[in-house]
Structure formats: C-alpha cells, structure tokens
C-alpha cells in the first residue's frame, strides 16, 4: 500500500458520511508505514519553530536542554515558571466545530500538564473565517460553545474576548482553522518533567485506553490517501480523569518522563521521546487492538510515561486506586526499537532518515 492508492473508505448511508476501519487493509509491512510516515513535514522530530523554551528549565541543571512543544520560561529575578502552548487544528472544524475545539483544548492542557504545569488561561484564534457567510456563523458559534465547555471543565479563564477571528472571503482551499493558546504556570514544590527518555531500563506505561480508531490520523491521511474521516475519539470527562491523575504522580515524584501520544500516533510519541538521548523502546502491542490503530491511531486522551523500576509499585497502586485505565507497554532500551520482538534497527538509523 502506499500514499498514491486512494481508498474508497467512505459511505454514503441516509445521506451521512460514514466511515469504517474496517475498509482499511492493515499494513503487512510496517517498516514501510514508519519510513513513509517520516516524509511527512507534520511528523518531523526536529521543528525550530518550536525551539523558544527557556534555556535554564533546571536551576540546579541548566545544561543539556532541548526543548518541546510547550515553552517553559521562568519569570525573570524571580523564582516563578510560566509555560505557553499553542495548538492549530482544521479536521473536521467545519463539520463539528463545538466538539473540534473541545478536542484543541483538552489536548493542550493535557501536553501542558504532562510537564508539570497547572493550565490557567486559553484564548482561541479562527482563521480563513467568512463571517459573512452562515457557515461563518456556525463555525464561530461551535467554536465558541467548545471554549467554553472545555474552560469550564478544566477550570480555565478564557483572554480577551470569547473567539477571535480573521475574516477571509474565497479563502479555498486553505480551510477554516482554529487555533488554541494555553497559559499555565509550575506551582511550587513540583519539578518540570521532560518528554525524553533517559535512563536505559525504566519501564514504559501507557496512560488511558486504546482504541481501534485511526479516525483524522496522519496515517490514514498520509499512508492510506483518506482526506476525509470523522474525528478521533474523544471524551472530555476522560481527559480530566488522567490530567487530574497525572497531577498526583508529578506530587509524588513518580515520573521520569510523560510525553501526550499526538501526531502520528503511539510509535512517533516514542521516538520523540527516544530521539534526544539516542535511547530506543522494546514494547508488545495489545492484541485486541489492530496494529496499525495501536501504533498510529491519534485517539484523545493518552499519555506516554517511563517509569523507575524502584516507582513502580506506587504508580501502579494509584492509578488501580483512582481506576484509571494503563498499560505496559516495554521498557527503554540502549538504542534498539523493538515491537513484538521484532527488531527494526537502531533508533539512529531512523533519525538519519529524517
């Protein structure tokens, strides 16, 4: 299979656009899904657009920092971290605005909170908008419910007005976009935590359910030629069960690393996090998910985390304790990427690749 057969994954049943995922063959060979994924420009480890975060993260460690897609700065003459994210979204936008905006909140303040900061303030921007036309207005509308919903949920102020937006007449084929900014801040007595991997042997959990969903992924897109598919799956009150569970293990210190699972799926999340320290993963899929949903879906509400194997027990006790759903996936490795014990080389050979 490859990026230039289109697939016929839509139906037509009483006037709605239904898709299945079961109209989409399963790769037989994944390297060549991983290899053709990392052409894509979305899927690139290495973004300089994103490199704004403040070089001294770490008082007592300031040397040896990458940065993330969520800038941390800390407040000058003072001992304050401020974090900032933005996010930009299109999928669907036009279709189910409310539910799109949900989805662009909830994901920034689940990447914000992976590092340990507390979301405070969002503010969203609606781009390639005629406001002049009524699906204007119904995009705008949606937009806004979504903000509002999704602020009250994770107890967030909204900044300025409730949607921004620019007005553009004839704007195809860009289309409509919004875009969601988050400011938070690191609360005292809590240590920023990074989304790379460090330490050859910790052990790999997954956060939050999988599901056969590959719904609005860079690998339906990209891999499969299907433009057009509902949105991935989706709860809010899901998202505020493992944010809120994610904030008692940073308390407790329990983390090495937490990384979102967001474009490109579970495998990308990983290699983002192995990337920096040249470190690879040796992980079992789940046998009741397909593999390529398992690897590549972009369902919401899914966190990456390594754990010390010394923090083990009291991760696993909270999260049973809070019934928050997990899974083992593997552990770090020295270099080596490895899914059902079948190796795919060194995480070097792939960085190269890029």
Request: charged share 25%; glycine share 8%; proline share 5%.
């Amino acid at each position: 299979m490859s990026i230039h057969t289109k697939i016929p994954a839509m139906k037509e049943i009483n006037d709605e656009i239904v898709f299945s995922i079961d109209d989409i063959p399963e790769p037989e060979n994944l390297e060549d899904v991983i290899y053709t994924l990392m052409v894509n420009p979305n899927l690139s480890t290495i973004n300089y657009f994103n490199d704004f975060s403040d070089p001294s993260l770490y008082p007592s460690d300031p040397e040896n920092l990458d940065s993330d897609e969520t800038g941390i700065f800390q407040l000058e003459d003072s001992d304050q971290f401020l974090a900032m994210t933005t996010h930009a979204f299109h999928h669907h936008l036009a279709d189910n605005p409310q539910m799109a905006t949900e989805m662009m909140v909830s994901r920034a303040a689940r990447k914000m909170v992976c590092s340990g900061a507390e979301p405070k303030v969002a503010g969203a921007f609606l781009y390639h908008i005629d406001f002049g036309d009524p699906q204007g207005h119904f995009i705008a509308s949606g937009a806004r419910r979504g903000l509002e919903h999704a602020a009250s949920q994770f107890n967030l102020k909204i900044s300025d007005r409730k949607i921004r937006f620019d007005y553009f007449k004839g704007h195809a084929p860009v289309p409509p976009t919004i875009i969601i900014s988050m400011l938070g801040c690191v609360e005292k007595g809590i240590q920023v935590t990074r989304h790379d991997f460090k330490n050859k042997g910790n052990n790999i959990f997954l956060i939050g359910k999988q599901y056969n969903d590959i719904n609005a992924s860079e690998y339906l897109e990209f891999y499969h030629g299907v433009s057009h598919s509902p949105l991935p799956v989706f709860d809010i009150g899901r998202e505020i069960e493992i944010q809120n569970a994610l904030k008692l293990l940073h308390r407790r210190n329990l983390l090495s690393s937490a990384s979102p699972v967001g474009k490109g799926g579970l495998f990308f999340t990983l290699l983002r996090a192995g990337f920096q320290n040249n470190l690879g993963f040796d992980i079992t899929t789940d046998a009741e998910i397909r593999k390529d949903a398992f690897l590549f879906g972009e369902a919401m509400g899914r966190v990456l985390v390594d754990i010390h194997p010394d923090k083990e027990d009291e991760f696993v006790d909270l999260l049973s304790e809070l019934k928050v759903p997990f899974f083992m996936l593997g552990h770090i490795t020295k270099g080596e990427i490895r899914i059902d014990d079948h190796s795919l080389g060194f995480i070097g050979r792939m960085s190269g690749s890029l």
